[in-house]
């Protein structure tokens, strides 16, 4: 079993809809959460980290549940510009590996 | 660019060839990381230095691979005897002290291709 999971997808999406994929991990030590963006070809970038009172970015809001061990992100108003992968990452501590799921790959179509 | 940069940006080599990789981390951070990334798959921790220390190795990296961080800045990352299965994207990536440990940004990766 991986240590992070992540439904493949696609998730295909209308423009304007909102759509909300989870990540299960599988380390109960995990203790950083974060949801990652990768677009085709190029490097991940930073999307936002995940707080255990859950936050919130704009149009993006990320849910971090520990008694059951899963990470969500919720896209409100979704833009084609959004189309990505998005990958969840875990990390043990602070300087430690990141542990990355293989990424749900959303395809917002007008 | 104040970024993590990589170069070579792309390699193509023949099977039982030598590569080398650099990755000049940002400038203020003191933690870079090796990561691989297959298609279709999300990036696998080859191996973490702290300044010029490699502090941690994941069984990914063969003998046939070696990192060094030899004055805490720069970073290279050598295959020697390439197979195919070595193809892939090779990213780097650092991170600073304290709070800012917790969050790595990559740089533009090295794509290699075995042939």
């Known amino acids: 079993r991986k240590e992070v999971e992540q439904d493949p997808g696609p998730f295909n999406v209308p423009e304007g809809a909102t759509v909300a994929f989870n990540c299960t991990y599988s380390?109960?030590?995990?203790?950083?959460f974060f949801w990652y963006r990768q677009d085709c070809r190029k490097e991940p970038k930073l999307l936002m980290s995940?707080?255990?009172s859950g936050n919130e970015d704009g149009r993006f809001t990320a849910q971090l549940n520990r008694a059951s061990q899963y990470i969500s992100l919720l896209i409100r108003d979704s833009k084609l510009s959004d189309s990505a992968t998005y990958l969840c990452?875990?990390?043990?501590?602070?300087?430690?590996?990141?542990?990355f799921g293989g990424g749900t790959r959303v395809l917002v179509k007008p | 660019d104040t970024g993590v940069s990589q170069d070579p940006r792309h390699k193509i080599t023949k099977r039982g060839q030598n590569v080398t990789f650099r990755c000049d981390p940002i400038s203020e951070h003191n933690r870079l990381y090796w990561y691989r990334q297959t298609l279709g798959q999300g990036p696998e921790f080859l191996t973490y230095f702290q300044n010029e220390a490699q502090l941690e190795k994941s069984r990914l990296l063969s003998d046939r691979f070696s990192a060094e961080r030899p004055k805490g800045s720069f970073s290279t990352l050598e295959i020697q005897r390439t197979e195919q299965g070595d193809s892939a994207m090779y990213l780097c990536?650092?991170?600073?002290?304290?709070?800012?440990?917790?969050?790595?940004?990559f740089g533009p990766g090295t794509r290699l291709t075995v042939t």
């Open positions: 990536a650092s991170s600073g002290g304290g709070r800012d440990a917790y969050e790595q940004y």
């Open positions: 380390n109960s030590a995990s203790q950083s």
């Open positions: 995940v707080y255990s």
């Open positions: 990452v875990v990390n043990r501590a602070a300087g430690n590996k990141l542990t």
